[in-house]
């Protein structure tokens, strides 16, 4: 992992050591992640079976996960993770419970009531990776949120194992969170599955979940296609950036880069501190802690992306994590929250010695499900809100019409919409014939 000093750089070389490698798809992952979609839009259940047998090495079995494996894979997990999952699932709840969108109604001029109502998203599909290692996690970060929305169908994909079947920590995740449509398919093909629909896979309104660069270019295409899904973010490789001054423990420091570098050869670890000693205590450490991870190779071949960047001081290193948007923000510095109101785009933000971003891949409540690739520029990580669509309502009575009518009159003939504007006017004149009608009546409405 390179030590490199900001101010010595010049701005090519900036923007090289902030690069993300896998931030677009080449031409590569696109075309064959468009000839995957069409493969699976024509072939349906039979492609999601030859496509787990060519990249999964996985045998054929079947695509649904029936209900007696989901209580199998609950009934024989050890007790202890048993009660993780729970105990996680509980504080992801507890979390997003409370930041839950409701609806309300205002009267925004006399007679006329505008109101937002939150309805849940029909049918969502959500993906949970097993690239190098099963994410039980991601189930309960993507199932919980639509659990509390009350999503009426929820559609889980998930890929084979060497057995040909889901690992049985992700399917007692989901069943945690009351899913119980899983199918046994990964990558962009299950991508495919949940956008198009199969034979046994249903079509979804919109897609989550993270996943390798051939995943999030699946998502990219289905979501601009005509008619094709939502889906919740970019959510590529992981990343964490650093910000750490004299203070920090360089112990704790190196083993949350090595964190985020485990996920895969393509994550990315950044550490931005004011302080040289502290850089190099760092580096030093990073090499002690490396070699006695089981999953040294995949770090590695991560931190060969990384840096340490040494600053001229703190501020600037606020200044590079905001243009850089991290997915994962630590603040290890001697008065963190003092530093809070600095920070303007990232993902998920840790605080202090005490707050490993661990806690919020798994169990502090928080959503790991966050926007790589600088996304954090204009968007947050999954929630509640991310799983319902908030329609707005309108009521107006006459008098609300002959209040703000005019004023749609006006701005409706400015823009040149004149069958806008003929959609208020005979209205009005409908209105006041009305009014004119019942004052001659005697207040009786003929």
Same mark, same amino acid.
């Given at each position: ?14 923007? %090289? ?100 109502? =939150? ?23 993507? $199932? ?39 199918? =046994? ?23 989550? $979940? ?6 999030? %270019? ?79 190779? !995949? ?27 991290? %997915? ?18 990232? $993902? ?31 968007? $947050? ?7 319902? !669509? ?13 209040? !703000? ?42």
């Amino acid at each position: 992992m390179r030590t490199v000093t900001w101010s010595a750089l010049d701005e090519a070389s900036r923007d %090289e050591v902030l690069s993300r490698t896998t931030a677009a798809a080449g031409p590569q992952v696109t075309s064959g992640v468009a000839d995957i979609l069409a493969g699976v839009r024509e072939g349906g259940d039979a492609a999601l079976q030859e496509y787990a047998e060519r990249f999964d090495r996985a045998p054929a079995r079947s695509l649904v996960v029936s209900g007696e494996e989901i209580e199998r894979a609950v009934r024989e997990l050890p007790e202890a993770l048993r009660t993780a999952i729970r105990d996680a699932a509980r504080n992801i709840r507890a979390f997003h419970e409370a930041g839950m969108t409701s609806d309300y109604e205002v009267e925004t001029a006399p007679g006329v009531t505008c109101a937002r109502v =939150v309805r849940p998203i029909r049918r969502v599909g959500l993906y949970v990776p097993a690239g190098s290692a099963p994410l039980p996690s991601t189930a309960l970060m993507l $199932g919980v949120p639509a659990q509390l929305a009350g999503c009426p169908e929820v559609v889980l994909c998930t890929p084979p194992g060497e057995d040909g079947r889901a690992d049985a920590t992700v399917l007692a995740a989901a069943a945690e969170c009351g899913i119980t449509q899983i199918f =046994v398919t990964g990558g962009a093909q299950a991508i495919a599955a949940m956008a198009y629909g199969t034979e046994s896979v249903p079509r979804c309104d919109k897609i989550f $979940g993270p996943g390798n660069a051939w995943v999030t %270019e699946a998502k990219r295409q289905v979501s601009t296609a005509e008619g094709g899904p939502g889906i919740d973010m970019p959510a590529g490789p992981s990343e964490v950036l650093v910000i750490a001054d004299g203070g920090a423990d360089p112990e704790f420091v190196a083993a949350d880069l090595l964190s985020q570098a485990e996920h895969g050869p393509d994550s990315q670890a950044l550490l931005l501190t004011d302080d040289p000693a502290l850089a190099s205590a760092v580096a030093d450490e990073i090499t002690q802690q490396l070699g006695i991870l089981p999953r040294a190779d !995949i770090a590695a071949k991560a931190l060969d992306g990384s840096a340490i960047v040494i600053t001229e001081d703190i501020e600037e290193a606020f200044g590079i994590s905001n243009d850089y948007a991290p %997915e994962h923000l630590i603040l290890a510095l001697r008065e963190p929250q003092e530093w809070v109101d600095r920070v303007e785009r990232a $993902g998920s933000v840790f605080l202090g010695d005490w707050a490993p971003e661990t806690l919020g891949d798994y169990c502090s409540g928080t959503n790991h499900v966050l926007p790589t690739a600088g996304a954090a520029r204009w968007t $947050g990580g999954v929630n509640v809100a991310s799983f319902q !669509i908030a329609m707005t309502v309108q009521r107006v009575t006459p008098a609300g019409l002959a209040g !703000i009518g005019p004023t749609a009159v006006e701005l409706s003939g400015a823009e040149g919409l004149i069958g806008h504007q003929a959609a208020v006017t005979r209205r009005l004149a409908r209105a006041s014939s009305t009014d004119a009608q019942t004052s001659s009546a005697g207040g009786v409405r003929s």
